[in-house]
C-alpha cells in the first residue's frame, strides 16, 4: 500500500530530528510548527475498489497520537459522502519528538539551551547547529562551560594542560574534549587570544597559548673526536628541537633514517652523525640552522612513500641526498621485496631525474606490483660499501 501510514509520519518527523532541525528550532527560532506532514492519500477510484482498506487505513491514522488529522468531506458517485484525511500536522515541538520517543532529550536539550543562555550566551550558534552533538555531551556539558569561563578569564596561559587548575575537572577532559572545545572556544574567546594561523586537534596548545610536549630529536655521533658526552660511552642522544638548534656541532654529514636498528648499527665515520626518524615531520629539523652547511642523505624505504618523504625533505633542505635509494640497490634485493600496503600516486617536483624514473616505475607497478624494499632488509655489506665511498670521496 502506498498510502501514508503512522509508521511513515514517524520516519519524517525522525529525518527532521536526524538532521537536527527539530532541536535547533529552540535555539534559532526558527518557525517549524505547526508543521504539516507529507500525506500520500487514496486516489478517487481507491476509494471504491478498495473501500474497506480505505476504513482501515483511515481508522489506524486515527488512533495516531502527537499528531492531528484534518478530514476532509468527499462526495463519490459510488460509495456516496464519506470523510477522508486530508491534511496531517503537528502542532509543537513537544509532540514531534514524542511522537518518535525524543521527549526525554527534549527535556535535557531545554536545560542545555538555558543553562547556556545564562553562563556562555556566546555559544548559543553552537547548539543550533550541532544539538545533537550537545546532547551526546549532555552529562559534561557544565565542566565543558567551566573550562570555557576559566579560558576567558586566562587567555592564552602559557602552561600546560596539566596545568589547568579547576575543581572536579582532570587534564584528560580537556585533552579527550580538545576537538569539541576548539569549536567552543573560537566562539567564546576574543580574536587576540586564538592563533588562528594553526588548527587542527593536534595544534589545540598552539592555537589557545598553552605549552605543548616539545618535539624531540634522538641522533648519534659516528664520530669519536666530536663528543657532546664527556663519556666514552656510545653518543646516542635526545634533546627537545630547541636544544637541537643551539648544539651547531661540528659534523659535515648528516644521514637521517627511519629505522631505529639502522640508526643504531651504523659504524663510526668521520664529521658524522644520524638522526633517528623524521617520517613527514622534517619541519623540527629546519631551526636548526647549521644542518643547512652538512651534506644530508636520506636513508628511507624504496618506495613510493620513501622517496615522498625524500621529496618532502628537500622543501627544508634542497640540497639533501638519497642513501641507498637507488635503482641498482632495489634490484640487487629481489628476494627481499614486499608489497607496499598505500602506494602514492601523487606527483613529486623535487627528485633527480634516476629518482623521478625509479618513482614513476614504482607508482606505476613498472617493475612489480606495489614493490616495497624495507631499508632494514638491505644487506649491510652494501651498506658499509657505501658509507666507505662516502668516506673516500670526503679525503679527494
Not at 45 to 50: F, G, I, Q, T
Not at 171 to 188: G, I, N, P, Q
Not at 239 to 253: G, I, T, Y
Not at 275 to 301: P, S, T, V
Request: glycine share 6%; charged share 25%; with cysteine.
Amino acid at each position: 500500500m502506498s498510502w501514508t501510514t503512522p509508521a511513515d509520519l514517524r520516519a519524517q518527523v525522525q529525518r527532521l530530528w536526524d538532521k537536527g532541525r527539530l532541536l535547533a528550532s529552540l535555539v534559532n527560532g526558527e518557525a517549524l510548527f505547526p508543521l504539516r506532514l507529507t500525506l500520500k492519500k487514496p486516489a478517487s477510484p481507491e476509494l471504491a475498489d478498495r473501500f474497506e482498506e480505505v476504513r482501515r487505513w483511515i481508522a489506524d491514522l486515527q488512533q495516531g497520537t502527537h499528531y492531528r488529522v484534518v478530514m476532509r468531506e468527499l462526495r463519490h458517485h459510488v460509495i456516496g459522502s464519506n470523510a477522508i484525511p486530508d491534511e496531517i500536522w503537528i502542532d509543537t515541538v513537544e509532540n514531534a519528538l514524542s511522537l518518535i520517543g525524543k521527549g526525554s532529550d527534549l527535556r535535557r536539550f531545554n536545560e542545555l539551551v538555558a543553562l547556556t543562555r545564562e553562563r556562555q550566551p556566546t555559544l548559543l550558534p553552537w547548539l543550533s547547529r550541532r544539538p545533537l552533538k550537545a546532547l551526546e555531551l549532555a552529562k559534561d556539558w557544565t565542566h565543558l562551560l567551566e573550562v570555557i569561563g576559566w579560558m576567558q578569564t586566562h587567555p592564552r596561559p602559557g602552561i600546560y594542560l596539566r596545568q589547568i587548575d579547576i575543581q572536579g575537572i582532570h587534564t584528560k577532559f580537556v585533552e579527550t574534549h580538545r576537538a569539541v572545545l576548539s569549536e567552543l572556544l573560537d566562539l567564546a574567546l576574543p580574536p587576540e587570544a586564538i592563533e588562528t594561523k594553526v588548527g587542527g586537534v593536534n595544534q589545540f596548545c598552539h592555537r589557545y597559548g598553552f605549552m605543548d610536549k616539545p618535539l624531540r630529536i634522538r641522533f648519534r655521533i659516528l664520530d669519536p673526536a666530536i663528543a657532546v658526552l664527556r663519556s666514552d660511552t656510545d653518543q646516542d642522544i635526545t634533546v627537545n628541537q630547541d636544544a637541537f638548534a643551539r648544539l651547531d656541532l661540528k659534523v659535515s654529514r648528516v644521514f637521517i633514517t627511519e629505522n631505529e636498528v639502522n640508526f643504531l648499527a651504523l659504524p663510526n665515520l668521520p664529521g658524522s652523525l644520524v638522526i633517528f626518524g623524521a617520517g613527514y615531520g622534517f619541519e623540527m629539523l629546519a631551526q636548526a640552522k647549521w644542518l643547512q652547511r652538512c651534506a644530508i642523505r636520506y636513508w628511507g624505504d624504496i618506495d613510493t612513500h620513501g622517496f615522498a618523504i625524500l621529496d618532502q625533505l628537500r622543501s627544508y633542505f634542497p640540497r639533501a641526498e638519497s642513501f641507498l635509494m637507488d635503482r641498482e640497490t632495489l634490484m640487487a634485493h629481489e628476494l627481499q621485496w614486499v608489497r607496499e600496503p598505500q602506494p602514492s600516486r601523487r606527483d613529486l617536483a623535487r627528485l633527480s631525474t634516476e629518482e623521478l624514473t625509479l618513482y614513476d616505475d614504482l607508482r606505476y607497478n613498472r617493475i612489480s606490483f606495489a614493490v616495497r624494499l624495507e631499508q632494514e632488509r638491505v644487506g649491510f655489506g652494501r651498506v658499509k660499501a657505501a658509507l666507505k665511498l662516502l668516506a673516500n670521496q670526503s679525503r679527494i
